[in-house]
């Protein structure tokens, strides 16, 4: 069983940055592929980016790429969204999910509760 909490959102200008984190408690956390989904509000969660569990591979949403970077740090179960040039658009619920792989269809046996990330025009 993992558990899984984010943090670091909040309101943000437009061109600025955040930081998200995801902190896992359990076992096993290095075991897994490790996804940042978000969910606008009247919108379907969309994968934003996401680490294999080994950390040598990443993938990201086109409209992700060259902005934002997924990141972890398995001595301290924690991994990471660096979010740069934030857009309006971009304002959304931020959530972590741990899975077995990356999967793009959002098929995660573990999912946080999310962090609201709001951006101003």
């Known amino acids: 069983q993992v558990q899984l909490v984010e943090s670091g959102g909040g309101l943000v200008q437009t061109g600025g940055s955040l930081r998200l984190s995801c902190l896992a408690s359990g076992r096993n956390f290095g075991n897994y592929a490790l996804a940042w989904i978000r969910q606008a509000p009247g919108k379907e969660r969309e994968f934003v980016g996401g680490i294999s569990w080994s950390g040598g591979t990443t993938f990201y949403a086109n409209f992700a790429k060259d902005r934002f970077t997924v990141s972890r740090d398995d001595a301290k179960n924690t991994g990471y969204l660096q979010m740069d040039s934030l857009k309006p658009e971009d304002t959304a619920i931020y959530l972590c999910?741990?899975?077995?792989?990356?999967?793009?269809?959002?098929?995660?046996?573990?999912w946080g509760q999310g962090t609201q990330v709001t951006v101003s025009a």
């Open positions: 999910a741990a899975g077995p792989n990356l999967d793009f269809g959002l098929h995660y046996t573990y």
